[in-house]
């Protein structure tokens, strides 16, 4: 049994029995990332390694030895990609050549509970630069600090969406589970075409402190292989109330001690699913996509599940919403308050990123970074613009009430469409993606499952059932 393909589960039973331990878990995906990710077809998912990894996964062990496991992530090393705050040995630097030099004063909340779980910390995934935000025509994966990320099916496939370190890491079994982050599909966008699951949470659910910012849609979420593992990583994560982090008030309540509990087959017959194809940038995905979706509705019915037809209209793309009521006013301010509070470079605003940036341009504004200039010379920083309110809520009337409408007059459990759809990210509400499969070009495609806030359990349910009738999971070319 070749470990570093298993599941969390499995990897903490056979750590359990004594057939393995947290020290050669850890130095099993260290010896794959050498061999696939650095050499071989160099997926180049993995931007930095923990030096502290190997010491760490030790101290697991004697633990474990002398007290017992923490819980279902003691010992299971995880990356996260590389605009999460670790206050050790790594760097924090959102792929930018201009942070290479930026050590995290602390780590981030999320980080934290993470430790407290038992995982080990094995290093930073690589990722689009500033989740994507810094230049218009900018690629996928692509980072001035470590350069591009390979589809691990196929160099040639997308890989799409900034968190493609996270998922080319997971899809590879360069770890047992990685951490993404999401503003609108950068979670979902990797992990469909990596053929992972990935898990984008309610806003609020995980604090979004200490994670290199581009507005306040911004959220972490487990990637994983199987749906069960970004259920266990979800646990994990969860913070509850932060004072840096409004949005994760008053929590307590909604937020349960495991996320395993709702991962029950029978759970799923029954289950009220609208049917929503609606989507927007069609385009991207491989063209058989909706024929593979039609056929994974029926799959489901078989299932006991009762599909129901809610084609949603709204999309909020009309107007660029998501691209300017957000992201481009919200920017500065979000990006020069976490420099203050959690860097250690010597760039400490988003003038001094673009000045760096200017002064290396040969290396580090290789595809430029016009966004950047647009946040820091048209934008206040204080959100008096009233563009940016008459949009913003338009977003969240709009997007919220349309989503809502549609759970309350069908009375639906979730709500499902074929690969992705924006209205999580516009609502702030949680979606999940699960492969359904290889297109006829060979790139994977997926299906998403999103519902109300803070309902993870009703989406993990569902996306849990159809995934046992369904296992449309297909390794890379190298592991099969």
Known sequence: MDVTKESI????????????????????????????????????????????????????????????????????????????????????????????????????????????????ILGKANLSEFARYIAQEFPDGYSSRCGQVKNPYDASFPVSGSSSGSAAAAAGCFCSAAVGTETAGSITYPSIFSGICGLKPTVGLVSR?????????????????TVTDCAILLSAMTTGPDADDAATGCTEHLIPKDYTVFLKPEDFRGMRIGVNRVRCDKESFPEDSDDMFEKELLLMQQAGAELVDCDIAFTGMDSGILGQATMLYEFKTALNFYLSRYAAGQCRSLADIIAYNQRHAKTALRYGQDLLLLAQEQTTGRLVESSYWSQKFRAIEEGQ???????????????????????????????????MGLSRS??????????????????????YGYEQVSKRRIPPAFDR
């Open 9 to 120: 589960s499995c990897q903490q039973e056979q750590m359990s029995r004594g057939n393995l331990s947290s020290k050669e878990l850890t130095a099993a995906y260290l010896k794959r990332i050498q061999q696939y990710d650095q050499n071989g077809p160099k997926i180049n998912a993995v931007a930095e390694l923990n030096p502290d990894a190997i010491f760490t996964a030790e101290a697991l062990d004697r633990e474990r030895m002398l007290r017992g496991p923490r819980g279902p992530l003691h010992g299971i090393p995880v990356l996260l990609k590389d605009n999460i705050s670790t206050g050790d040995k790594m760097h924090t630097t959102a792929g930018s050549e201009a942070l290479a030099d930026n050590f995290a004063r602390k780590d981030a909340p999320l980080v934290k509970q993470l430790r407290k779980a038992g995982a080990v």
């Open 209 to 225: 402190s200490g994670i290199i910012p581009i507005c306040g849609q911004d959220t972490a979420g487990p990637m994983a292989r």
């Open 401 to 435: 009430a349309a989503l809502d409408t549609c759970l309350s007059q069908y009375e639906l459990d979730v709500i499902t469409s074929p690969c992705y759809s924006n209205l999580p990210a516009i609502t702030g509400y949680p979606s999940i993606t699960v492969p």
């Open 442 to 463: 060979g790139v994977p495609a997926g299906i998403s499952f999103y519902a109300g806030a803070f309902q993870e359990g009703k989406i993990l349910t569902a996306a």
